[in-house]
């Protein structure tokens, strides 16, 4: 069972979901947001325009793999710079996620996380306030 907490801007107050790992319906975090009403902003919904970017926080102690990470999703990643050489050697070194993931390409594991999103395309949260 995945325990979900979105946080945003945009959100009168943090939401948290429950999914079941796995499920097609709720596959992606971009999914399990739109199946509860959460919007993320999105425009390609395949890894290319790095719009739907997340910050995720690992609450539990089922941290996901780095292994999931696309080639898609490494380059959109990269190419707008929420995901540095460190990480990236981080990840397929020592298999550690990096922080900012793209929620189309998230795929909800049996995990306790807690996703931060600025409401604005592409837009890292801002951790500040
Ligand atoms: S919606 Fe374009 S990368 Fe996710």
Redesign the pocket.
């Known amino acids: 069972m995945a325990n979900v907490t979105f946080s945003a801007p945009s959100l009168a107050k943090n939401v948290t979901v429950y999914a079941v790992a796995g499920d097609p319906k709720h596959s992606t975090l ?1 999914a399990l947001a739109k199946a509860h009403g959460i919007q993320i902003p ?11 970017l997340v910050k995720i926080t690992y609450l539990g102690t089922n941290q996901q793999r780095a292994q999931t990470l696309t080639e898609k999703e490494k380059l ?1 990643l990269s190419v707008n710079g929420k995901l540095t050489k460190d990480w990236l050697a981080k990840a397929e070194n020592d298999d550690i996620t990096p922080p900012y993931r ?4 998230y795929i909800v594991a049996d995990e306790e996380i807690l996703v931060e999103f600025s409401g604005e395309p592409g837009v890292e949260i801002d951790l500040r306030r």
């Open positions: 971009l999105c425009q390609c919904q395949d890894g290319e325009c790095g719009s739907c959109t793209l929620a189309c390409q």
